[in-house]
């Protein structure tokens, strides 16, 4: 605005000087003789050519500068009436209201940016050029300098604020000051370009949008309570080969994802864990992730309902199939409600391993109930911490009969074969009989893969006669179910396979009795086919004494305590109600048991003499069983220390066995098998069975009497011991064995 005006002074000004200089030439021509007036109006014509094209570009200039200047502020004011006038040179009539042009450009320019992401920096150069261009032509109206060299000046003075000091006269002061004005703003927005495009780039690599460069690397998809327990069990799987990859893609801050690892305090070993932003139902989020060059994913179940959980991992599963690369490693992925896993199982095929939680830890919590002391038995051969199960093939075993193989590894136990001639079918406890063939694997438990290999046969393995004493027969038992789960039809049907004839099953729930029989056949269970159990049902609160109080508590053998179906969601909540319970439960029978000798107890009450409640507590736990479905790890402490109840752990073995499934997809049929109620089950059986009192005798031997049973012993537990030994070492090493002693066998329970 300051210049417009100073530009039409200057002319007005030149255009005087242009008269003033016409009227000297006429009077000077009078003056002069002819030949000497021709030299001198021949220079001066000369002169005026020049000086008459100067003037007129710089006319041209000056105008075309005052039209720059006045064009915009013309089209902001007069922009929105261009439609109309083109509807009127038209002889149109638009009776349809109009977005004005003015937003429908800022529209256009806000896509452009939007969508273009070099947009500003394009904007930014083209104002940089404008700038250049203009301050140039204003610099070559107001100074003497030709245009070329004006440009110059006006890029030196964009690129340099200070370039403008040594200027003279009003009009390239007041110039080469604006163009310096002008290059220094958009130098100032340059470096806020520079600036938020490294903040942008800062800010995706803080929050896990970078891609992982990584091979054969264990991708979790989610995040739930059990990661913890997980990335455990994984990190002690990679021990033995220096640690590996771990890659968690959930949808959380990567920042709050790594603050919650940290606060494990657990020594990875070696094994990194990288977290990632996004979501598994993205392929974009998954290919970040290097999903098609994992040898192992896993899927972990949300923390919603069971539907809304499995529903996700059916959109999950799809989402890995689509992935356009495949995949390399094979899926596992945990299920919550046991009736969902077959449509998983359709859509991801032979890719895909489940580990259906709910089912598993029911499974594990009614043979635990049915067998004490089962639950430390699981959660070591479960875990990489002792001894777990591999599969290897040794070549130098083909021929030897499975009774030979049996006691050929001094650092593991085998305990099944997988069958190269039967499509590759894994047989638990196979015959003596069986010869090894080319192709076939021997199925282990060892200390970890590389800690094993076959040997010579021991020299000394005695196989002479031992007590022949069949397995006692089953009596009818009373069991109690504290609480409702989602699944309690199945858990009824295990029940019936396993209990004899006349049991009762007591179930004790806040769910009306009216809406149980309902629930149970929708659940698939037919009441009526129920040969071996009567259900009993009573309606309370768990959590209330006086509710409890009208059960015969202290005449059950085994009391569980399952987690209810409407605190599922909550794990506190859920192992509140869980503990009250038990702590309830134990209260009321230590005040109804007759009191024990304490002679027989006083070792085990020693630690704790200084609590005469715990006490009596835990003399009622020596009566009777009590299984308590815990999902924390801490409530399982607070459990553990007071030594009242034979626990479950479900988060723990959940991720157990994910991480033991991913290490290996082989492994799930073994589980499977292990965990039904028909086939081969793990259980803990009296060492009368196999040796007399204070025998003699090397653990081999006592592998190769149970083999007479067609059992599989793959450890034991002394008298004096708090904690079974999963694999022995030293087989060959005679000792003496008690009544007393316990061992844990691979039996049939046909």
């Known amino acids: 605005m300051i210049v417009v005006p100073y530009t039409f002074n200057l002319w007005i ?17 009078d003056r002069l003789d002819g030949s000497e007036s021709s030299k001198i109006l021949l220079h001066e014509g000369r002169a005026l050519v020049s000086d008459w094209s100067n003037t007129e570009s710089r006319t041209v200039a000056r105008f075309t500068m005052v039209v720059t200047l006045l064009m ?10 261009l439609p109309q006038l083109k509807n009127l040179s038209k002889g149109m009539k638009n009776n349809q209201e109009e977005v004005p042009l003015k937003k429908r450009i800022a529209y256009m320019v806000d896509v452009c940016f939007s969508v273009n992401p070099s947009a500003k920096l394009l904007a930014l150069l083209f104002a940089t050029i404008f700038l250049i261009a203009f301050g140039g032509l204003a610099l070559y109206v107001v100074s003497d300098s030709s245009f070329a060299e004006a440009l110059w000046l006006s890029w030196t003075f964009v690129a340099d604020a200070g370039n403008h000091a040594d200027r003279v006269g009003m009009g390239p002061r007041i110039v080469s000051v604006s163009i310096s004005s002008g290059g220094m703003l958009i130098f100032a927005m340059m470096l806020g370009l520079v600036s938020d495009a490294i903040s942008e780039k800062v800010d995706s690599l803080r929050k896990g949008k970078s891609e992982v460069i990584e091979r054969n690397h264990i991708l979790i998809l989610g995040w739930s309570d059990k990661l913890g327990s997980l990335l455990k069990q994984l990190a002690i799987a990679n021990k033995s080969i220096g640690g590996g990859v771990v890659v968690v893609l959930a949808e959380r801050d ?34 970040k992730v290097s999903v098609s060059n994992a040898r192992a994913i896993i899927v972990l179940a949300s923390d919603e309902n069971a539907d809304q959980s499995d529903a996700r991992a059916l959109r999950v599963v799809l989402s890995l199939i689509g992935v356009k690369e495949g995949l390399k490693g094979h899926v596992v992925v945990e299920m919550s409600d046991l009736d969902n896993e077959p449509l998983v199982k359709l859509v991801g095929g032979d890719l895909i391993e489940t580990v259906v939680a709910h089912d598993v830890i029911g499974r594990l919590m009614i043979q635990c109930a049915l067998q004490p002391g089962l639950a430390q038995i699981w959660e070591d051969i479960l875990g990489f911490e002792n001894a777990e199960f591999y599969i290897k093939r040794w070549p130098q075993l083909d021929g030897l009969r499975f009774e030979d193989v049996l006691i050929s590894f001094p650092d593991a136990i085998p305990c099944g074969v997988k069958v190269a001639a039967d499509g590759g079918k894994i047989i638990l406890n196979p015959d003596d009989s069986y010869v090894l063939i080319e192709g076939d694997e021997v199925l282990v438990i060892a200390e970890d893969d590389d800690t094993y ?18 397995d006692p027969p089953k009596f009818p038992e009373k ?6 789960r989602r699944d309690i039809d199945d858990m009824i049907t295990v029940l019936e396979a396993f209990l004899a004839p006349g049991s009762e099953l007591w179930i004790f729930s806040d769910v009306p009795e009216k809406d149980r029989e309902k629930k149970l056949i929708d659940g698939g269970l037919d009441i009526s086919n129920l040969k071996n159990i009567r259900l009993v049902h009573r309606e309370g609160n768990a959590v209330i004494r006086r509710h409890l109080e ?3 508590l202290e005449t059950f053998d085994s009391i569980l305590i399952l987690a209810d179906e409407l605190l599922e969601d909550s794990i506190v909540h859920s192992d509140s109600r869980s503990l009250a319970t038990l702590l309830l439960i134990r209260d009321i029978q230590s005040k109804r048991l007759p009191n024990k000798d304490t002679s027989s107890v006083s070792l085990r009450l020693s630690g704790f003499s200084h609590s005469s409640w715990i006490s009596e507590m835990q003399q009622a736990s020596d009566k009777s069983i009590i299984i308590s479905e815990i999902l924390d790890s801490r409530t399982r402490n607070l459990v553990s220390v007071s030594r009242i109840s034979d626990y479950v752990l479900s988060n723990e073995l959940v991720s157990m066995a994910l991480a033991m499934v991913a290490e290996d997809k082989q492994i799930n049929r073994v589980l499977e098998e292990l965990f039904a109620e028909e086939g081969n089950e793990m259980c803990i059986k009296p060492a009368e069975f196999y040796s007399f009192d204070q025998e003699e005798l090397s653990f081999y031997d006592i592998m190769i009497r149970g083999r007479q049973r067609q059992e599989i012993i793959i450890g034991y537990r002394l008298a004096n011991a708090e904690r079974a030994i999963i694999n022995p070492s030293e087989k060959s090493q ?16 046909e």
Not at 17 to 23: A, G, P
Not at 72 to 77: E, M, Q, T
Not at 260 to 283: H, N, W, Y
Not at 479 to 484: E, S
């Open 13 to 29: 000004r030149v255009l005087k000087l242009q008269k003033e200089n016409n009227d000297l030439r006429m009077i000077c021509s």
């Open 72 to 81: 915009p502020f013309v089209l902001y004011k007069y922009l929105d009436y």
């Open 254 to 287: 990567k920042e709050e994802m790594e603050i919650d690892i940290a606060k494990l305090e657990f020594d990875f070993m070696g094994t990194s864990v990288i977290c990632r932003s996004g979501s598994p139902l993205i392929l974009a989020d998954l290919k």
């Open 453 to 470: 290999s076959p040997g010579p046969l021991p020299e000394v393995v005695r196989r002479g006669l031992f007590p022949k004493i069949a």
């Open 479 to 484: 069991i109690l179910f504290c609480g409702w």
């Open 550 to 552: 009208y059960l015969p």
């Open 734 to 749: 005679p000792r003496k064995w008690s009544v007393d002693d316990v061992f844990v066998v691979i039996s049939s329970n």
